[in-house]
Each structure stands twice: as structure tokens, then as C-alpha cells.
């Protein structure tokens, strides 16, 4: 097996704005594992919040290069237990796993969903995001969508904003990436309206206990994001959030997703299927897991200018998922 990687820069197709910053490109690091004619690719980006340096990775790659490289071609789930023992970044193992799995699947000839046993006969719809902006722009771009469902990002409370966005005839989530208060947070659970969203994901910053002052039996669908970030704190948060939001790079990989998941709906939790600002790869890596799942955010690869891969697509919300071998990710 022979591992290699490269730094792509990605430019947006408009700015992304959140709580955290505005970005107008993203960096990703971009993973792929050849064993004779076969490559299975992963990938993990660059997350100034999440303090990710792609450069640092490159540099324990290069490290950890020869013992991935005498790797005989394994199940993934043992491939992973490897990983493990390697201790590295969540993002980086997500960007190794996610690549071993596809390319175990076309080693095999077999799609991740047929190794898996995976029905994917119901598939919820992607949200689209939409950037922090005034509340004006924000209601045209989702008046002009060809979407269906609508992440609003904000990165303040604004109690008219709220209404204003209620009173559209819409499937609205809300995502404040922490820039709620506790106070803020008493009044959306509090007011009956707010249950008109499907979600609010992450109202608080993470850490601190914050989310300790939210609860499940209220008004608001609470998600965790960034307090949720592996199958460790799912009982703790249990009380405090109903849903929970799953990204690859948060908890290492396709492998501990599927152990998270299936935890999380013993827990009764609501699950979705998320994603960073990612090319086709990463996007591709999450859609095979969307069939477990109650809501999607797989939007990356439509906000990006330059793709360089194909795959599994999101068309106006629709996961159209790849039947090829593997996470059916080939570079163009």
C-alpha cells in the first residue's frame, strides 16, 4: 500500500460567514492510499476554531508514512485499531479511515453501502447553508433557492430576526456556532414558537459546562455540534441536548461514526449527518452514512468553485449516492 498526500486550496463560491470569521477559501488536506491500480482518497480541512494546521500534518505523515505503507490489506475496522495506536489528530484519522474504506471497497469490488449492509431506501434531504448576513439577504437567498431545507447561521440573538424567520413558510434550522448567552437560550426554549425549527444547533460555546442550562424537554430542539465530538459524552449530554450533529473529522472517521450512531439512537437521540466546507471526497465519505440518520448538512461540495473529484451528489437537498465500488470518489 502506498500513501500520499496533497494541500488543495478550495475558493468559495461566495464568502462563508459564521460566528467564527468570514472565509472566502478553505484549505484541505487530501489523502489517498494506492494498492496496485486501486486508490481510495480521504480528506480532512483545514479549521482555524478547531486549531487544524494542515502543515502539522503533513509532518506527522511523513513520519508515520513507512508503518502505514507495511499494511497489509486488512478489514477497515482493524485498520482503524491501527490508526488508534498511532494517537492522531480526529482529522487526520478521519481523512486516513475514510480513504482506507474506499479503498478496501474497490480492492473487494464491493460499494461501502453493500459491505455494510446499509438500506438506503430513505434518505433525509441536505440542508443549504445560509452565511450570516442581514436578515433581509438572508430571507431573498432562501426565497430564491431551489432547496428545501435551510440552515440559517447567526452570530447574535436578535429576537426579530427569530420572528421574522418563523413567519416564512419554510423548514428552517438555526446555527449560532456558540454566540448565544444563557439568557438567549432560556427564551428559545421557552417560547412555543421556536419548535417551528427543525433544530438549533450549538447555541453556546462549547466547554465551561455551558450546555448544562439547556434541556430537552422544552420548546427548542437543541444540537450539539462542538460539544459533541465523540461516543464518550453522548450519555452526559443525554439531558441537555436531543439531537447531535456527526462530522467524520470531529470523531476520526467513517469507523467511529457508525459506533457513535448507533450508541446515539440507543440513546434515542436525533442524529444528522454533517460536514465541514469539504470537497466531493469528504462529502462522499458522509452520504454513506446519511441513510442512518434523521437530517443531512452535506452542502460543502456545492459551496466550493473548484471540485476536484466525483462521487455521491447533493442536488437541491436530494443525496444522490455513487453505486460505485468503495465511497465511489474518483479525481477528475
Known sequence: MVLSWQIVRFQLKETFAIAYGNYTYREALIITLQKNESKGYGECTSIDYYHISLVDFEVILSKIKSQIEKQSIIHPTEFYAFLLQLDLPSFLRSALDCAYWDLFGKLEKKPFLELNKIDF???????????????????????KSAWTKFKVKCNHFDEKDITKLLQLDKSLALDSNGSFTKENCYWLENNEVVSKFAYLEQPMKPGSDNYKVLHTNKFANWMADEDCQSVSVLKELQPHYRSINIKLVKCGGLTPAMEMIAVAKELNYKIMMGCM?????????????APFCDYADLDGANLIANDIACGSEIVNGKINLSENHGLGIRIN
Do not use: C, F, R, W
Open 121 to 143: 431506501t430513505n434518505l433525509p434531504d441536505s440542508s443549504i447553508t445560509i452565511s450570516v448576513d442581514t436578515i433581509e439577504n438572508q430571507i431573498k437567498k432562501i426565497e
Open 277 to 289: 466546507t469539504e470537497s466531493t471526497i469528504g462529502i462522499s465519505a458522509g452520504a454513506v452514512l
